[in-house]
């Protein structure tokens, strides 16, 4: 398991990352969010052993990224935000080299190589040279590198930047994979949304500071503690809204560009009974639909924008 202990940062004068905790089990698929600045690049070097915390440390599988670098080295794979890779280089050598550098035994490579090749969708371009693949396939080429000598834990900053929908779809899929391979998987990303379905632990992070950690539910429920109905009456809104706030399961209603909101406590029978009580008073109900929060309004509520 990684338990991140109190992680600090400092670059002079500006604290980047302000001690930060939390834990991961094999097989979690961790959605790393925050807006440029906040301390997401800062924070997967510190657990990659590449930056030197100014305080607190992370620990892999009882070894500590302080006291002991090397042996977290082999456990991780780091994909970092910007890389390079070699040209003149076909796509098999390139793998070849890396499983060397790791120390991969000469007989296992030709196995291995295959493996990650076909995990990344990369085999067809075994003998292509590097420089030749597309933005997608090099990114997919980078974290089949990362592959070579089965880390425990991957570290992949924002990996789907750059990429097109179908690209960021299989991106998912493979990452989705690797968890259940029972990996521990750390991916950063700007955007909630396009994490939140296939991760099943995110932490915001906004300058420095984790602002919530857990299940992508869970956070939504902190934000949004009760369920919210929109319902479209077209004559007489507020009036509506008058008759609707005396109902025990309703604890609050708003209008909303001409559509009641309304905040809900209670089960599918009294959910029922707001519908009921609607058109029993002869209010026109065009629609009526769950309103969950947005993840998008998850994050920007959580987070003020500021940077550091
Ligand atoms: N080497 C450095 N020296 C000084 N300040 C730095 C250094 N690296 C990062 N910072 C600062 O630390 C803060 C956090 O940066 P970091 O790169 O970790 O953010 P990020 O969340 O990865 O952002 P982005 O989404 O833009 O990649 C920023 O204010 C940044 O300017
Ligand atoms: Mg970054």
């Not at 909101?261 to 089960?267: A, C, N, P, S, Y």
């Not at 769950?290 to 940077?307: M, N, Q």
Request: aromatic fraction near 6%; include cysteine; proline fraction near 5%.
């Amino acid at each position: 398991m990684l338990e991140v202990k109190g992680l600090r940062k400092e670059y002079g004068g500006l604290t980047a990352v302000k001690g930060i905790s939390f834990n991961l089990n094999p097989g979690d698929i961790f959605g790393f969010i925050g807006s440029n600045g906040a301390g997401k690049t800062t924070t997967i070097r510190m657990i990659a052993t590449l930056l030197e915390p100014t305080s607190g440390t992370a620990v892999l599988n009882g070894a500590d990224v302080r006291k002991d670098p090397m042996a977290v080295r082999r456990m991780i794979g780091y994909m970092p935000d910007f890389f390079g890779l070699y040209d003149d280089v076909k796509v098999w050598e390139y793998l070849d080299f890396f499983a060397a550098i790791y120390q991969v035994p000469v007989k296992e490579r030709p196995g291995i190589i295959d493996s990650v090749l076909e995990l990344t969708n990369l085999t067809v371009k075994r003998q292509a040279f590097v420089q030749s693949l597309s933005r997608g396939m090099q990114q997919r080429l980078c974290l089949a590198r990362c592959l070579v000598h089965d880390p425990a834990l991957l570290l992949l900053d924002e990996p789907a930047s750059g990429l097109d929908p179908r690209a960021r779809a299989e991106l998912k899929e493979l990452i989705a994979e690797l968890g259940r391979m029972g990996k521990i998987v750390i991916v950063s990303s700007h955007i909630l949304p396009e994490l939140a379905d296939f991760c099943n632990t995110v932490g915001i992070i906004e300058r420095g500071e984790l602002l919530a950690f857990g299940p992508v539910s869970q956070i939504v429920k902190d934000i949004q503690p009760h369920r919210v109905f929109a319902a479209h009456v077209l004559k007489d809104p507020e009036v509506a809204m008058q008759t609707l706030i005396q109902l025990p399961s309703v604890v609050d209603a708003k209008l909303v560009d001409g559509e009641l909101r309304i905040e809900f406590v209670g089960d599918i029978e009294a959910q029922a009974d707001i519908v009921a009580l609607l058109v029993d008073k002869g209010f026109r109900l065009a629609a009526f639909r769950e309103d969950s929060a947005d993840l998008e309004d998850v994050f920007l509520k959580l987070t003020t924008g500021a940077v550091n």
